[in-house]
């Protein structure tokens, strides 16, 4: 079983720069895809960022792609740096997590086991 943490969230304003950190506890965490996905009112959970198990690959919504660095820390932290936030950027941010033995990211909600809390993120004009 793994216990994935979000922190980081909070309030900035446009333009401004958020790193979200996403903690693990549990089983070993090195051969874990991870992800990005996050959720604003009224509308569905997307998917932001993912990264493979190794780090070396990782892939974004076109709308974050050159703004928003996923990265993996230790073996059992990933990071999600944002800059240049936008006010249509406001949402919760959940970090996700699914055992691979692949060199994969995942681009789906479905796709992963693992979910934290979630972390809010919100960007004022």
């Known amino acids: 079983q793994v216990q994935l943490v979000e922190s980081g969230g909070g309030l900035v304003q446009a333009g401004g720069s958020l790193r979200l950190s996403c903690a693990a506890s549990?089983?070993?965490?090195?051969?874990?895809?991870m992800g990005w996905f996050r959720q604003a009112p009224g509308k569905e959970r997307e998917f932001v960022a993912a990264i493979s198990w190794s780090g070396g690959d990782a892939y974004y919504l076109d709308s974050v792609k050159g703004r928003f660095t996923i990265s993996r820390g230790n073996a059992k932290t990933v990071y999600l740096q944002m800059n240049s936030l936008k006010p249509e950027d406001s949402a919760v941010y959940y970090c996700?997590?699914?055992?691979?033995?692949?060199?994969?990211?995942?681009?789906?909600?479905?796709?992963?086991?693992?979910w934290g809390q979630g972390t809010q993120v919100t960007v004022s004009s």
């Open positions: 549990g089983r070993t965490f090195r051969s874990y895809a």
């Open positions: 996700a997590a699914r055992e691979t033995y692949s060199s994969d990211y995942y681009t789906t909600d479905y796709e992963y086991t693992y």
